[in-house]
């Protein structure tokens, strides 16, 4: 059996690498150390098993068999695996979709369901779907960001969730990032702000994106950071990634100081590993390394992302 699993995912990987990288059977052959002709077998025989129909396709031997690696090495509950797509803006849909079809399945009358912000956690509420009614609150983890043309932040996509499933939203009456941690200090002596942020804590499930140390990053984007304290925070003190935008960690998973912190209304990391199900989304091809620091926060309960990534963290696991 284990050769066999083994077997379709050579299968696969080479029906992506043709099709969809769209490689030549002879670079083909030398990246894996084989014959043109086999790799051509190989093809014939990946259609024959199903796995290659119009596109490519992934063979349930093959994701579960990446799910299984990251519950073994991590420990989390589920590893959802999307096809690869090397358009980024298709690859976030595809993800997205695999989230939304999680969420539908297991939401339950009365949860409640903290939200983060960003690009993969938007494309997960504006996916296009049938959505089971579900009298759940959605809340948002995090205050308020603006940038013109993208409706990313917290409280648009909880107001998208409570609709697709008829539940009820709940806006933080809150900046996302203030300029000092004295402004942040005033903002929490709110009870307003201070009872939101209790009640997100206290969530059923936490829907949150995962970042990594990107000059062109959401948070550069929204003038949070400079591309300049990013390259620092990357080069001198090793950081990775984030956790819903804020939570700075390095490849260890250990939690790194930056020149964000205490300046972001939002729930902190201990506060989001209190939360029973926290799922992590990650799509863009970039982001393999701050997966690898993000899951070994012990944070992730489930995580969201191509297969692409899915393998080069597993690679990634075994070297560092």
């Given at each position: ?40 077998r190989l093809l014939k025989r990946a259609r024959l098993e199903g796995i ?25 509950k589920r590893a959802l695996v999307a096809l690869d797509h090397h358009d ?233």
């Amino acid at each position: 059996m284990v050769e066999q699993d083994s077997d379709y995912e050579l299968l696969t990987e080479i029906a992506v690498a043709y099709y969809e990288q769209e490689q030549t059977q002879e670079e083909i052959a030398q990246r894996f150390g084989i014959s043109r002709i086999k790799v051509g077998r190989l093809l014939k025989r990946a259609r024959l098993e199903g796995i290659v129909e119009i596109n490519v396709k992934y063979h349930p031997v093959f994701s579960s068999q990446i799910e299984q690696q990251f519950i073994q090495h991590f420990g989390i509950k589920r590893a959802l695996v999307a096809l690869d797509h090397h358009d980024e803006d298709e690859q976030r849909q595809q993800v997205a979709a695999l989230v939304s079809n999680y969420l539908a399945s297991i939401l339950k009358n009365d949860m409640t369901v903290t939200v983060g912000q960003g690009r993969n956690v938007a494309a997960v509420a504006n996916h296009v779907g049938i959505f089971p009614e579900r009298q759940c609150r959605f809340i948002c983890g995090i205050g308020g960001t603006k940038r013109d043309g993208q409706l990313i932040d917290a409280d648009h996509i909880s107001r998208n969730l409570a609709r697709k499933f008829n539940g009820f939203a709940e806006t933080l009456y809150a900046p996302a990032y203030v300029e000092t941690p004295e402004l942040r200090a005033a903002f929490m002596q709110n009870r307003l702000i201070k009872a939101t942020l209790e009640q997100a804590s206290k969530a059923d499930v936490a829907l949150i994106g995962l970042g990594d140390m990107n000059e062109n990053s959401f948070m550069v984007q929204l003038g949070w950071f400079t591309p300049q304290e990013i390259v620092t925070a990357r080069q001198q003190q090793g950081v990775v990634g984030d956790l819903a935008g804020y939570s700075f960690f390095n490849i260890q998973g250990m939690p790194v100081d930056t020149v964000m912190n205490d300046r972001v209304i939002g729930l902190s990391l201990e506060q989001l590993r209190a939360i029973p199900c926290v799922i992590a989304i990650a799509s863009e091809s970039t982001k393999a390394t701050a997966i690898l620091g993000a899951l070994r926060t012990g944070v992730i309960d489930v995580l969201a992302t191509s297969a692409s990534n899915a393998r080069t963290v597993i690679n990634l696991q075994k070297a560092l």
